[in-house]
C-alpha cells in the first residue's frame, strides 16, 4: 500500500518533514500523518474527518464524483439487480461471493439464529407503548450481550463469529417485535421456511387471527432496500461502531452505539424526515414556499433526502431505489397519494434549480426509500429500523475487519483547545 517513492513534504516552524503517501487500490493519495506529533509536535484540524481516512479497508469504496458503489468490488446496481440481501451479506462479511454450498450453509446458519431468547420479550414489555421503535432497539440491542454471554469475547474468534450470526439473524425479529409493540399487537415469530425478507414482512404485518401471505414483489423490494443501506464505507454510524470497539467493548454494545448514531435525521433518520416534510408541504403548489426556504441562507431548514456528504453527482442507491419505487407503487396501485405526486414535483422542480445543481444537491436514497416503505404499509418511525436491521451486516463486516487488523488501537482524536488558559480557583464568596 505504501508507495516508498512518494511523499509529502511540510514545512513547520523552520523545519522540512518528509510524510509518506500511501496509495489505494482506488479513490485519491492519502497522506499518512501518523508519526507527525511524534516528530513535528503539531496536530492537524479535520472537525467533521472531511480531510481525514481513519483506517484501511477492505469492505466498500465510494466514488462520490463518479457516482460509484463498491462492495468488494462489485458495483452496486449489479448486486442489487442480481443477488440478494443475504448472499450480501456474505460477500461483506467474507470477502467473496459464496459457492452455491457455502451460500446455503451460511442462510441455514442464519436462519436457525432468528428466535430472540424468550425472556427479552420482558424487555419489551417495560418500554411505554408509545416509544420510538429505534429507542427500543438502542435497548434491546444492547442487552442482548446480557442475554448472550458465549459470544462477547472477542478475542475467540468462534465467538466473533457466532455474534455475527445471532445479530444479522435476529436484527428482523428485533425490529419487527419493537413495531408489533408500540401498535399494541402480540409479537409474531419468526418462521424458518421464508426467506429473510418476507420473513421480516410477515413478522411485522401477520396477526395471530389471520396470517399473512407474503407478497413477492414486494419482499424482493424489502430485499433490495436491505441490500441498498448494507454497507457504506465509514459514515457516522460505522465510525462509531469502529470507534466503540476500538476500547475492546462486545459486539453488542458496540452495534447498539451504531443504532444510536444512525437515529439521527442528518443519518438514518433521513427518510423519516423526508416522508414528514412531505406530509408538511402536504400540495404541489407549496413547493416553491419550500424550495425558498432551503435556498434562504437565514433559514437553516433543508430539503430532507436531499444531498449527500460523499456523493456529489448522483446517488448510485437512489437510482435503484427509484426503479422499486416505481414496482411497487404499481403493484398497490397508489398513484394518486398527495404525499407522491408531491415528491415527483418536488424532485422535478429542484433538480432545475439552479441552487440544487451548483450545489450538487441531488435526491439521495433516503428519498425513494421512504415512499416505497410508507406504500407497504410501515409507518415512518419504522423507517429508521430497517436501515439499522440492514446496516448491522455493514457494522459487523467492519468491526470483524478492525479487530482482525494488527494495528488496531484505540481512538483517540486529539483537539485544538480554544478554552481558557491555566487560573487559580475562586473561593465562592470572592466570585
Ligand atoms: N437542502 C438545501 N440545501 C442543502 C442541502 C439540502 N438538503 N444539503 C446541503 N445543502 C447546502 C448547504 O446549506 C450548504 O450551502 P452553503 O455552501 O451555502 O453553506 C451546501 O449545500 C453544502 O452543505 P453541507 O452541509 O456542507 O454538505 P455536507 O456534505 O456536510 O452535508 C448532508 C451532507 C447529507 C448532511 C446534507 O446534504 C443534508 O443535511 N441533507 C439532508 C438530510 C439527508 O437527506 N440526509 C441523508 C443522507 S443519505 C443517507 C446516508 O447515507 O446516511
Redesign the pocket.
Known amino acids: 500500500m505504501a508507495d516508498a517513492k512518494k511523499t509529502a513534504k511540510l514545512t513547520f516552524d523552520g523545519k522540512e518533514f518528509e510524510l509518506p503517501i500511501l496509495s489505494p487500490t482506488c479513490g485519491p493519495d492519502v497522506i499518512d500523518i501518523r508519526k507527525l506529533y511524534s516528530q513535528a509536535d503539531v496536530f492537524t484540524y479535520d472537525p ?1 474527518f ?1 480531510s481525514t481516512a481513519s483506517c484501511d479497508s477492505t469492505i466498500t469504496f465510494i466514488d462520490g464524483d463518479k457516482g460509484e458503489l463498491l462492495h468488494r468490488g462489485y458495483p452496486i446496481d449489479q448486486l442489487a439487480g442480481k443477488s440478494h440481501f443475504l448472499e450480501v451479506c456474505y460477500l461483506l462479511l467474507y470477502g467473496e461471493l459464496p459457492s452455491a454450498d457455502q451460500l446455503e450453509d451460511f442462510e441455514a446458519r442464519v436462519t436457525n439464529h432468528t428466535m430472540i431468547h424468550d425472556q427479552m420479550q420482558f424487555l419489551f414489555r417495560g418500554f411505554r407503548r408509545d416509544a420510538h421503535p429505534m429507542a427500543i432497539m438502542v435497548g434491546v440491542v444492547g442487552a442482548m450481550s446480557a442475554f448472550y454471554h458465549d459470544s462477547t469475547d472477542i478475542t475467540d474468534p468462534w465467538q466473533r463469529e457466532v455474534a455475527t450470526i445471532r445479530l444479522i439473524a435476529k436484527m428482523p425479529t428485533i425490529a419487527a417485535m419493537a413495531y408489533k409493540y408500540t401498535i399494541g399487537q402480540p409479537f409474531v415469530y419468526p418462521r424458518n421456511d421464508l426467506d429473510y425478507a418476507a420473513n421480516f414482512l410477515r413478522m411485522c404485518f401477520a396477526v395471530p387471527a389471520e396470517d399473512y401471505e407474503v407478497n413477492p414483489i414486494l419482499s424482493r423490494a424489502m430485499d433490495r432496500i436491505f441490500t441498498l ?1 448494507a454497507d ?1 464505507e465509514q ?3 460505522t465510525s462509531t461502531v469502529r470507534l466503540a470497539s476500538s476500547s475492546g467493548a462486545n459486539p453488542f454494545a458496540c452495534i447498539a452505539a451504531g443504532i444510536a448514531c ?1 437515529w439521527g ?7 423519516q ?2 416522508l414528514e416534510m412531505l406530509e408538511e408541504i402536504g400540495s404541489v403548489d407549496r413547493i416553491p414556499e419550500f424550495i425558498a426556504r ?2 434562504d ?1 437565514d433559514d ?13 453527482n448522483f ?1 448510485p ?1 437512489a437510482t435503484v431505489m427509484k426503479q422499486s419505487a416505481d414496482e411497487v407503487l404499481d403493484l398497490l396501485g397508489v398513484e394518486n397519494n398527495p404525499k407522491l405526486q408531491v415528491a415527483k414535483e418536488l424532485e422535478r422542480q ?1 433538480l432545475e434549480d439552479p ?2 445543481a451548483e ?3 441531488f435526491p ?4 425513494y426509500s421512504g415512499i416505497i416503505l410508507e406504500a407497504m404499509g410501515f409507518p415512518t418511525s419504522m423507517f429508521t429500523p430497517i ?1 439499522a436491521l440492514a446496516r448491522t451486516v455493514g457494522w459487523i463486516s467492519q468491526w470483524k475487519e478492525m479487530i482482525a487488523d494488527p494495528q488496531n488501537k484505540i481512538g483517540r482524536p486529539r483537539q485544538l483547545y480554544v478554552g481558557e488558559g491555566p487560573r487559580d480557583y475562586v473561593d465562592v464568596e470572592d466570585r
Open positions: 467533521g472531511t443501506h457504506h459514515n457516522a454510524s444512525l435525521p442528518a443519518h438514518g433518520g433521513a427518510n424526515a423526508c432551503a435556498k441562507k437553516d431548514y433543508r430539503l430532507m433526502g436531499f444531498g449527500h456528504r460523499v456523493y456529489k446517488d442507491r429542484a441552487y440544487f450545489k450538487k444537491l439521495n436514497v433516503d428519498f436501515f
